[in-house]
């Protein structure tokens, strides 16, 4: 009986906030759609302008539940510019959660809005949400010799040529890491030697094509790239050994208590744009990030374990930032949930929405 309850509880703490999460899609999305009509004969710059503000909204309700909901800590390592840029925002991958720590560090900059992904190709299924993240100037790529670079390259010119800001969200690993999955890490390096580049061991060999192309073909708009190293505190088991990182149904149970997040800004100047020269950039960078995860994870000296390099300090957020969102998307889903010509068009945004969005995905070029 105690455990059962014990069990039911710590169920309730992921599903509360993913409730709210996915109950309030179809309000946000009927909202933005009376948006994309009314903004049909208006300057493509203006349309942006406001659905990043609605992004914006939504966002910052999602970062009230995987910040101040879960109370996890923020560590900081690096200046975050506090103006506005153009960017792209490379990181490692390890699991479900970390396109949330591209948000994190995009409101306190104030530009969640302007936050867009590069996302692996079988998102676009995602209900609602495939849908809407391509509305927004994400991208969806298929990994190696299906990758499509002229679909790339036209929505990355299309989003350039209306002058959408641009925080664009890369993770050029192409798949998480997971420290279990021995097989995974073995091919990567031995990529990495065939290629001649320095194995890795705590982050996958990096892949460019989509990274380049997006310097390339953006360089004139870009302001910086930001390097970011991500580790979750609390993933090292009792014989010291790594484990994978927390999904996102473990992060909203607070199973995460700390996050330590190196950010290093990178003047798009200093970016090579040869694509060799670019390919060996890149893999820089991560032997940089390498390093420090294998201190982070591996090192014996106090003074680097569990710490990256330099002065870390804890950023909280504010709730003046994310909770006025989920007040306003709460107060626009309840009548919808009130009244049985509400719960009607509920269903229905689901339903219709799902159905639109996957015509649009099998029918776009």
């Given at each position: 009986m105690l455990l059962s309850l014990v069990?039911?509880?710590?169920?309730?703490r992921y599903w509360f906030p993913a409730t709210i999460m996915l109950g309030t899609a179809p309000a946000y999305v009927l909202s933005w759609g009376v948006w994309r009509l009314l903004s049909t004969l208006l300057p493509a710059r203006l349309y942006?302008?406001?659905?990043?503000?609605?992004?914006c909204i939504y966002q910052s309700m999602v970062l009230f539940f995987f910040e101040n909901y879960t109370g996890v800590e923020i560590v900081l390592y690096g200046d975050i510019p506090k103006n506005k840029e153009n960017v792209i925002y490379l990181s490692n991958h390890q699991c479900t959660a970390d396109w949330i720590i591209a948000d994190m560090l995009a409101i306190r900059q104030s530009a969640l809005g302007h936050v867009r992904y590069v996302l692996k190709d079988g998102l676009k299924w995602l209900p609602l949400y495939g849908w809407y993240f391509s509305q927004h100037g994400g991208i969806f790529v298929k990994r190696s010799a299906k990758f499509n670079e002229k679909a790339m390259r036209r929505k990355l010119v299309s989003q350039t040529r209306c002058g959408a800001p641009m925080y664009l969200v890369i993770f050029p690993e192409g798949t998480r890491y997971n420290p279990e999955l021995k097989n995974v890490i073995a091919a990567s390096q031995k990529f990495a030697e065939r290629e001649g580049l320095t194995p890795l061991k705590h982050t996958l060999t990096p892949r460019v094509k989509a990274s380049h192309m997006a310097v390339d073909i953006m360089n004139d708009s870009l302001d910086a790239v930001y390097d970011v190293t991500v580790a979750y505190e609390g993933t090292l088991d009792g014989a010291?050994?790594?484990?994978?990182?927390?999904?996102?149904?473990?992060?909203?149970?607070?199973e995460c208590t700390r996050i330590h997040i190196h950010f290093d800004r990178v003047d798009i100047k200093g970016v090579p744009l040869e694509p060799g020269l670019f390919r060996r950039w890149m893999h820089k960078r991560f032997e940089i990030k390498d390093r420090m995860l294998t201190d982070f994870y591996e090192s014996e000296d106090p003074d680097k374990k569990c710490k990256f390099p330099g002065e870390g300090r804890i950023s909280p957020?504010?709730?003046s930032k994310s909770l006025p969102s989920a007040l306003i998307l709460g107060g626009l889903t309840l009548p919808m949930l009130l009244t049985e010509n509400g719960r009607k068009l509920y269903v229905r945004t689901w339903v219709y929405g799902t159905l639109l969005g996957w015509l649009w995905v099998n029918i776009s070029p």
């Open positions: 069990v039911h509880t710590h169920s309730l942006h302008k406001v659905d990043d503000r609605l992004y010291g050994h790594r484990k994978p990182a927390p999904s996102m149904a473990e992060f909203l149970c607070k957020l504010n709730l």
